[in-house]
């Protein structure tokens, strides 16, 4: 028993790495700005999956969907809250998108908005209703 215990210690103490050491490794090659890409390499649109030439890209930062979001502040709550601040306000590096694909970008971000503001209703009714059932 004394192995297993032995075993599962190297397991519990990755998530206390770092988190600012994480990212840097995770990141796909095409994350990279229009600078640190070779002059006139390909890259793909983050968003159609097309390809095109790195200097002819729109640069910008990553679509974070809702779900992403909520998934990376609970878990960085729950992990290392510390972290939080630093999770939420740091630049991400931009990624490259088909400039053709902006109206299709902006439609998305504005979605993804509007499913986090629906989800931040959600969590205020229900903490309402619970004041509400307790005072009442």
Do not use: H
């Not at 103490?13 to 600012?20: G, K, L, R, T």
């Not at 095109?52 to 990376?72: G, N």
């Not at 306000?89 to 908005?113: K, T």
């Amino acid at each position: 028993m004394s192995e297993e215990a032995q075993e599962k210690q190297p397991a519990t103490d990755v998530p206390s790495q770092p988190a600012e050491t994480q990212p840097a490794e995770t990141q796909p090659p095409q994350a990279q700005p229009a600078e640190a890409q070779p002059a006139g390499g390909m890259v793909r649109c983050a968003l159609t999956g097309k390809e095109l030439p790195s200097d002819q890209a729109y640069w910008a930062p990553p679509l974070v969907t809702a779900w992403e979001l909520i998934r990376t502040v609970s878990v960085t709550l729950v992990r290392t809250p510390g972290n939080l601040g630093q999770v939420l306000f740091d630049n991400q590096p931009d990624v490259p998108y088909d400039p053709e694909a902006r109206e299709q970008l902006g439609a998305r971000r504005q979605a993804e908005q509007l499913k986090l503001l629906g989800f931040l209703f959600a969590v205020l009714a229900v903490i309402v209703g619970i004041f509400y059932l307790i005072f009442s």
